[in-house]
T-cell receptor
């Protein structure tokens, strides 16, 4: 029962570098989400997807890109990393966007940009 | 999305019940009340949700005021493992892509 798996768990990135945060789920969920959480704050939605091939922006999409080529995978791409992107990133999935379905979250990727 | 208001922090003694309040005075008729919690260094996890009636599950109970302007998450016997940040979230029943919008939540400390 893997659920939502995120890799890596920790990473240090230099300013201007790029990287991809990986997220995969094995629950055949249609909906997937990327959130970031800054210290002492709640989570903010970056991007989400309602199915393979369909993505949309959330509250804070600038500096990020996503793709959804399969149901299982939803990678988050950081281009030209900036210190403001230092955060903990959480991926989540849900069977449906209906309010009766909860989200399942991964354990997060702690990213530091220096 | 309608907003919720929660106390920043609360304390409880182990083995005692905990009542975590949430105010949502601008809730609309189709908004569901969801609770998630986030244990230290982990992602959030679903706790419970409801619309109008009180709800119970293995983790907690949710008591919803008759006018729906407030709700209370009840942990019947707090343990040290219940120390977490608890988020009260309103989800609009839009039919599709109803997203979770997190506030800062209530940090619950459980004392021995």
């Amino acid at each position: 029962n893997a659920g939502v798996t995120q890799t890596p768990k920790f990473h240090i990135l230099k300013i201007g570098q790029s990287m991809t945060l990986q997220c995969t789920q094995d629950m055949n969920h249609n909906y997937m989400y990327w959130y970031r959480q800054d210290p002492g704050m709640g989570l903010k939605l970056i991007y989400y997807s309602v199915g393979a091939g369909i993505t949309d922006k959330g509250e804070v999409p600038n500096g990020y890109n996503v793709s959804r080529s399969t149901t299982e995978d939803f990678p988050l791409r950081l281009e030209l990393a900036a210190p403001s992107q230092t955060s903990v990133y959480f991926c989540a999935s849900s069977y449906s966007g209906d309010t009766n379905y909860g989200y399942t979250f991964g354990s997060g990727t702690r990213l530091t940009v220096v | 999305d309608a907003k919720t208001t929660q106390p920043n922090s609360m304390e409880s003694n182990e083995e005692e019940p905990v009542h975590l309040p949430c105010n949502h005075s601008t809730i609309s008729g189709t908004d569901y009340i969801h609770w998630y919690r986030q244990l230290p260094s982990q992602g959030p996890e679903y706790v419970i949700h409801g619309l109008t009636s009180n709800v119970n599950n293995r983790m907690a109970s949710l008591a919803i005021a008759e006018d729906r302007k407030s709700s209370t998450l009840i942990l019947h016997r707090a343990t040290l493992r219940d120390a977490a940040v608890y988020y009260c979230i309103l989800r609009a029943n839009t039919g599709t892509a109803s997203k979770l919008t997190f506030g800062t939540g209530t940090r619950l400390q459980v004392m021995l």
